[in-house]
């Protein structure tokens, strides 16, 4: 009788052991898969912030308004895109554009392209690349003494030109303050005319004050696009759009 049950408690206690060693075993497979799953959501959200960085800032631009533009009372659109692109760096023309604002002559990037027309109010950045990716910023006087300040940013995709990124924003300066000041409705504006589209694209103006915009819509079976073409024309304080006549 003795031996039975010193038996039957041998099994048991194996049988307890054994039970510990899974669950000890299943916890420590539970923690590998917990962490697993922090580097991997980590993974993610750094892929997400490498390759939506302009989505990100359109989420984000509209309620941020920008000082500290002019120096010893004088604005321009250097000190503008200087402003801009030292909050929103991560686009990397931006980072770009600022490595060259802070030391023109001593500027040298290969994979990039600094088209600076600080006379007419017009600047911009553009990769050598096979797709877009660029920024460009330029500003117009307005009839109450404010600036209208713009910033195009495009980044194509290898594969499906659908899946480019691209923003427009505008701000209004106003020298009293030294502000920059989001102008949403106008971003709006085009987004919305433009929607009807696959895609669109913006030219700000380098000479003149006219914006000019092109609607794409992608024929997928042909490995073609027909484009419509529009001016976002000036009229003093903002625009209005015009289909164009040249196509």
Request: charge should be negative; proline fraction near 4%; aromatic fraction near 12%.
């Amino acid at each position: 009788m003795k031996i039975r049950t010193l038996v039957v408690a041998l099994a048991a206690f194996s049988f307890m052991l054994t039970a510990c060693q899974n669950k000890q075993a299943k916890q420590e497979q539970k923690d590998d898969n917990k962490k697993q799953e922090v580097v991997d959501e980590k993974t993610q959200e750094e892929e997400v912030f490498i390759e939506g960085e302009i989505e990100k800032l359109y989420h984000l631009w509209d309620s941020i308004p920008l000082s500290g533009v002019a120096v010893n009372g004088k604005t321009d659109i250097e000190r503008f895109a200087y402003v801009f692109c030292s909050k929103y760096a991560n686009f990397e023309p931006n980072q770009v554009l600022l490595d060259y604002l802070k030391d023109p002559k001593g500027f040298n990037n290969e994979d990039y392209s600094v088209d600076d027309h600080k006379n007419n109010g017009y600047i911009n950045c553009v990769g050598q690349f096979q797709i877009p990716c660029e920024m460009a910023g330029c500003y117009w006087n307005r009839n109450n003494g404010h600036k209208l300040v713009a910033f195009w940013m495009e980044k194509g995709h290898e594969i499906d030109p659908s899946f480019a990124q691209s923003l427009l924003v505008f701000y209004d300066y106003d020298p009293a303050t030294d502000k920059m000041k989001p102008e949403p409705a106008l971003t709006d504006s085009v987004h919305i005319a433009m929607n009807q589209y696959d895609d669109y694209s913006v030219v700000l103006p380098d000479e003149g004050k006219d914006i000019q915009i092109v609607g794409h819509m992608f024929d997928y079976e042909n490995d073609s696009a027909e484009n419509t073409y529009y001016i976002y024309r000036w009229n003093g304080n903002d625009f209005t759009l015009e289909k164009s006549k040249e196509e």
